[in-house]
């Protein structure tokens, strides 16, 4: 299994500022995702990040809106830009190993006012 | 990828065994079906994953008809801290490439 961290766990922000939102893994794995989960509704993917190219997001997500990056095996940001109320979510970075499910972060809990 | 349907909610009491079914009538020839678990404030926990008739772990059962258009978890005596969200997913095993699609899953409330 892989054990993820993300920072911060929670966070209030206002409106119309940034937040980046980092993953560390204690393994290097080759896939990561992020998704989001919007108030008591189910994950959405927003991306999928590989190391040495770009990420490739889901329909309804932008890398305007939704840059990341990935520099190594065992980390990954995700910035959620010029936010909005609408925003307000919890994010989740997600991991791949070579011959395993996913596993999950604990999420960052961003309230945007 | 199939689509999952689940009940939205399930209520149940201390040391009862809880059964989840999850419909997937578009399951592929080369789906997985996996459970996820997930509480309040935390990410989604990985249950059981199978393909075909029971899989059985410590946490709990998976069972799997032969036409595998549908699948149910099954919970062995549950407890409170059984309560959360289940999730039913179906797609790329082990093996993938692809990231997990969640449906909207089964919130489990377990009473004492």
């Known amino acids: 299994s892989a054990v993820i961290s993300q920072k911060p766990s929670r966070d209030i922000c206002q409106r119309g500022t940034s937040l980046t939102i980092q993953c560390q893994v204690d393994s290097q794995v080759t896939m990561m995702f992020w998704y989001r989960q919007q108030p008591g509704q189910s994950l959405t993917l927003i991306a999928t990040?590989?190391?040495?190219?770009?990420?490739?997001?889901e329909s309804g997500f932008v890398i305007d809106k939704f840059p990341i990056s990935r520099p190594n095996l065992t980390f990954s940001t995700l910035t959620v830009s010029n936010m909005s109320p609408e925003d307000s979510s919890i994010y989740l970075c997600s991991v791949r190993g070579n011959q395993e499910t996913q596993y999950f972060g604990p999420g960052t809990r961003l309230l945007v006012l | 990828l199939a689509k999952t349907t689940q009940p939205i909610s399930m209520d149940s009491y201390e040391g009862q065994e809880v059964n989840i079914t999850c419909s997937h009538n578009?399951?592929?020839?080369?789906?997985?079906i996996t459970w996820y678990q997930q509480f309040p404030s935390q990410g989604p926990r990985f249950i059981i994953q199978g393909y075909k008739t029971k899989v059985t772990n410590e946490v709990a059962s998976l069972f799997i008809p032969a036409d595998r258009k549908s699948s149910t978890l099954s919970l062995p005596r549950v407890s409170l801290s059984d309560t959360a969200v289940y999730y039913c997913?179906?797609?790329?095993?082990?093996?993938?490439?692809?990231?997990?699609?969640f449906g909207s899953g089964t919130r489990l409330q377990v009473q004492p």
């Open positions: 578009n399951i592929a020839t080369n789906d997985y």
């Open positions: 997913l179906v797609g790329e095993g082990y093996t993938g490439r692809r990231a997990l699609t």
């Open positions: 990040a590989n190391q040495g190219s770009e990420a490739t997001y």
